[in-house]
């Protein structure tokens, strides 16, 4: 979770009256869900109540009224906001499929406790299943039905699903998440972003992180560690992700023909 847009500043809006709960945008970015560009900039409250109560009605508030059931509110760091599975079904009135999917990866995140940083999943694919279910009439929800056809387990951030997105549109093999390569000890030595098992392609996405020089030479050794056990790594840059035609295509196709791939 994410408190960089301030749980506890929040509190207030939830602490005026038992009704009213943080929903929309407000509440992804306290489940720190990534938003695309043309909705970071919403920076007002987004306060629901009840269908059957009066809107929420304060400066720089938007007010809903929704149809919520007691298991869509939660509490976290003492405010009352919609549960992770019912944000990311009222995000889907909001976003392009591709971007609910990232959102959706984000929330059922999870990694084992092989790799470096162990992380545990907001809520589980079946939970946002079960939130559509519940919502057939709900405007968005055919948004959210495709949407939930492509969310995986194990994409740590939005290009890295856009990533995966961009090859499954171009009729590419869909690479693996949440692979663990092991030396021949059985040990985890490497933990691609996603990977093609069968092929030995491991793909990496390489974010502004990756621009100071500690994490460049990390990279080379991670390349050069991924030579040694068999695996060809494709590096992927913001860059690669643009465009109709993205470059991350051609990088990864041309990667799976050199190790075997031939399409059907």
């Known amino acids: 979770m994410s408190d960089a847009f301030g749980a506890s500043a929040l509190r207030a809006y939830t602490d005026l009256d038992d009704t009213s709960v943080l929903a929309s945008l407000s509440a992804a970015r306290i489940w720190g869900v990534p938003l ?15 269908r059957g109560f009066s809107f929420p009605r304060r400066v720089n508030v938007l007010g809903h009224l929704l149809t919520l059931l ?19 079904l ?19 995140c999870s990694h084992g406790p092989e790799f470096p940083v162990p ?23 055919r948004t959210a039905r495709a949407a939930l056809e492509l969310i995986r387990v194990g994409a740590d951030s939005a290009p890295e699903s856009h990533m ?16 663990v390569v092991r030396n021949n000890l059985g040990q985890a030595v490497l933990w691609p972003d996603a990977a093609y098992r069968e092929h030995k392609i491991s793909l990496q996405y390489d974010g502004q992180h990756h621009g100071g020089p500690e994490q460049h030479l990390r990279d080379i050794e991670r390349q050069e560690r991924s030579l040694a056990h068999g695996w060809l790594e494709v590096r992927v840059s913001k860059h690669d992700l643009e465009g109709d035609r993205p470059a991350v ?11 075997g791939w031939a399409p059907k």
């Open 119 to 141: 992380k545990n999943a907001l809520c589980s694919v079946g939970e946002l299943a079960d939130s559509v279910g519940r919502h057939r009439g709900m405007r968005g929800v």
């Open 164 to 179: 995966r997105l961009a090859l499954v549109n171009a009729n590419l093999p869909e690479p693996e998440l949440n692979h």
């Open 90 to 108: 009222d995000l889907a009135t909001l976003m392009t499929p591709e971007d609910l999917v990232a959102a959706g990866d984000h929330l059922v």
């Open 249 to 259: 295509v051609h990088k990864v196709r041309r990667a799976l023909v050199s190790r």
């Open 36 to 50: 695309p560009s043309n909705l970071s900039g919403d920076w007002r409250i987004h306060l629901a109540r009840r």
């Open 70 to 88: 007691p298991e869509e509110t939660v509490e976290y760091d003492g405010v009352r906001l919609t549960s992770p599975a019912r944000t990311w």
